[in-house]
């Protein structure tokens, strides 16, 4: 069976994904097999993964593990993100448990659910290491919240239980690591204290000599070896991001020939897909946080997915941003709308079953003449597709619950797995479509702009994705004692 290793942080964000990624492709670039785990994650930023058996059906895992798959050159597995949660509301979550729906539960609720799913965690655990020389383990959130440790499954919970040694991450980039780094040290019980066999500092910005007295002070508080000081990782940028939080410190970047502008919904799903277009050089992808208009001069507005369409609906409209919508429109503006932003561009969306919550109809934004009826079934899958408008191929996933009829569907926006998708208004400035990852199809990408009066689709997204994988993992072999972390595995 593998070896395995395994980065907690002294918080959330602290780049732990990046890092495991990165050490994942060091890894595979030293000749071994190596995988990627995660045993608990929240996030709405989902991926579709291989479900072993069922070759029919995909399962959901969280985006940060289909990356770090990628790092390792094999395709994503439902047990590499054996628990993932999706928040739908600001106290409860839908539970998947090994690619498949558990449940729902409020957060309360959930804590008591832990101890069962520990078992779902440790079985897939055995399925990952099968056949692989390295586990690089990712942990979620901190180990330092022992309030939480009774019941864990995310940190020291697996950690002692699968008997895997720990490098705990610190983040000197918010401030307080000396402090965050010995703060974990005292407060840990000993059992956990135990596993950790040494620290990292991520995100340094300059002269890490600078840091030298701040290296000398934590190894007199823990007693902790430092792997090393990792830069600040400019490579990190060109890759997906996995966790909303991560818009909260997106602000525009210089003008460029056509802004899209994307309203960030309170449960925004899979906001990756707006990566491709950031990675053009004529296009400037602004992310507009509620109580802010959506800019007037923006070419196109994208609507992304959401875990709560008829919740993000009525919000839509308390900020404003359905009047702003239907002035981007009178101006002759593009809009498209993906998942539950093609949902949210109908005439109604309802949810008689109340799947998503107490309001189970919502008036939508009228752009398209369709409407959706929420269905106690998910679709998930990674499909092929083909673009109507453009007749070009597509590839992408599907991740969504209801069904959508009415007449602007008969103008389909693509044809996937020779089923007609989606919806086109009748002056082709409207698009709706179930497809996540449309943007990530080169030719289509290039045409689309073009139709907009961009010149685009000189860049192979996913070889941009592959190069900065590999600069990451550069930048980490010179900066970490990469030797030193891999001989620790066990």
Known sequence: MAKAIMLQGTGSDVGKTVLVAGLCRAARNRGLKVRPFKPQN??????VADVPG?????????????????ACGVAPSVHMNPVLLKPQTDVGAQIIVQGKVFGEARARDYQALKGRLMDAVLDSWGEVREGADLVIVEGAGSPAEINLRSRDIANMGFATRADVPVVLVGDIDRGGVIASVAGTHLILPEEDRCMIVGYLINKFRGDVSLFDDGLKAIEKFTGWRCFGVVPWLKAAARLPSEDSVVLERLASGEARALKVAVPMLGRIANFDDLDPLKAEPQVEV?????????????????IPGSKSTIGDLLKFRENGWDRDLAAHRKRGGHVVGICGGFQMLGRTVRDPNGIEGSVTDAEGLGLLDIETVMEPEKTVRNVSARSVPFDL????????????????????????????????????????????????????????LESLGIKGGGIDYRAEVERALDEVAAELENHLDCDAIFALAR
Do not use: C
Not at 42 to 47: G, I, L, R, T
Not at 286 to 302: E, H, T, Y
């Open 42 to 47: 929240m996030s709405n930023n989902a991926a």
């Open 54 to 70: 069922d070759n029919n059906h995909g399962g959901e895992i969280g985006r940060a593990q289909w990356l770090q798959a990628i």
């Open 286 to 302: 602004v992310f507009v946080p509620p109580g802010k208009k959506l800019p007037a001069d923006a070419g196109l507005v994208v």
């Open 393 to 448: 191929p597509l590839e992408g996933y599907e991740i969504h619950l209801g069904r959508t009829t009415g007449p602007d569907t008969m103008r389909p926006s693509a044809i996937i797995n020779g089923i007609e998708d989606g919806a086109i208004s009748a002056d082709g400035k409207v698009i709706g479509t179930y497809m996540h990852g449309l943007f990530g199809a080169d030719g289509f990408r290039g045409k689309f």
